[in-house]
């Protein structure tokens, strides 16, 4: 086991649980373990002039920052991405900064596809396709076989906690080696909503 990536990628269960946040324009989710523990939190970081940028222009062009902490507020990674015209290029960056994987995005008839590729040899490690109408993703491994999935179930306990409809489970394969390609697969999918959100 890789011991030098962030802790919080050490799990194989995310959920996600959007906060509602009606006096500011950027997003915020919560993310909690499987036994219902909230392990941390996804930021938008926006500035004064981004706020007022959003009125004049389309905000699928802007850039954006999302932040995955954890409980203590220590950064977890990060993903960015610049100002884009068409199929955007993400950036994610573990805490001291350092590129740990290449988003790129394709649409297809409401069905978006994100590749994930390693920042130093351009190669596909993973991918992430499915129907954002039917909220069920499916995440593959450079070999196209399956090592993960996002959907809205919630199991056990935390279905009689989580109600609404506006939450989401990521599962990683618990054999899957825990490295920096893990730490780039896990930040996409637990913030595949956010970036959607940005990109519609």
Do not use: C
């Not at 978006?112 to 909220?135: H, L, R």
């Not at 076989?145 to 599962?171: C, H, P, Q």
């Not at 730490?183 to 999918?189: D, Q, S, Y």
């Amino acid at each position: 086991m890789n011991k030098q990536i962030p802790p919080f990628f050490l799990s194989d269960e995310y959920f996600i649980d959007e906060k509602v946040n009606f006096l500011k324009f950027a997003n915020e989710y919560k993310v909690y373990n499987d036994q219902g523990a909230q392990i941390g939190i996804i930021k938008q970081r926006i500035s004064g002039w981004h706020k007022v940028l959003t009125l004049l222009v389309d905000k699928r062009m802007m850039p954006f920052k999302l932040e995955i902490t954890d409980t203590n507020d220590q950064l977890q990674a990060t993903i960015t991405r610049g100002w884009t015209f068409w199929m955007s290029k993400i950036i994610v960056t573990d805490p001291l900064g350092v590129e740990v994987g290449i988003i790129k995005q394709k649409f297809k008839f409401f069905k978006p596809t994100f590749t994930i590729s390693s920042p130093t040899s351009g190669e596909e490690i993973a991918k992430i396709s499915g129907d954002w109408k039917a909220w069920n993703f499916s995440i593959t491994n450079n070999v196209g076989a399956e090592m993960g999935k996002i959907n809205k179930k919630w199991a056990g306990a935390l279905k009689e906690v989580f109600t609404t409809a506006d939450k989401y489970n990521v599962s990683i394969d618990p054999s899957y080696a825990e490295s920096n390609q893990k730490v780039a697969i896990v930040a996409t999918a637990i913030t595949i909503d956010m970036v959607l959100k940005e990109s519609k």
